[in-house]
């Protein structure tokens, strides 16, 4: 039986924008769980020839439970970028969503650095929503439950 949501890895080429946009987020980096994989025993498990990757842990501190990002930062085989990864009509991936507190200041302070806001407001479900576009291009919602909208 599933306990929680354990984490979500994103495969990235510019590793310091990345951790810059989570920041933002408020994710820190865990630096003891920073490192590099390679050899193996990771191309085995991950199905990847040849591989090796930066890998980033981040956290949200003090979030119960517990729920981390992962980066990877591939220094080999080059990294394959997905032409569709920011349409939400394909099959696969579409989003992740984050609950917040305050929606608004959230994607005010987002704008104010620079992120991409990709739709406007929407009430929907007891919640309000907005759209954003993360790493390489990835679709992030934010969700603020409790709110007619």
Not at 27 to 52: D, P, R, S
Request: hydrophobic share 40%.
């Amino acid at each position: 039986m599933i306990q929680s949501f354990d984490h979500c890895t994103i495969a990235v080429r510019d590793l310091d924008a990345a951790r810059s946009f989570f920041s933002l987020l408020g994710f820190e980096e865990e630096k003891q769980k920073t490192t590099v994989i390679k050899g193996e025993v990771f191309a085995g498990y991950m199905g990847v020839e040849n591989l090796e990757a930066d890998h980033v842990t981040l956290v949200v501190p003090g979030l119960s439970p517990r729920f981390e990002i992962q980066l990877l930062h591939y220094r080999n085989p080059e990294v394959v970028v997905d032409p569709l990864c920011t349409r939400l009509d394909k099959t696969g991936y579409n989003h992740i969503c984050f609950k917040v507190n305050d929606a608004e200041a959230m994607v005010e302070r987002l704008k104010s650095n620079g992120v991409e806001v990709r739709s406007e407001l929407k009430g929907f479900h007891d919640r309000l929503l907005y759209f954003i576009t993360g790493p390489e291009g990835i679709t992030i919602e934010l969700a603020q439950w409790g709110v007619e909208g």
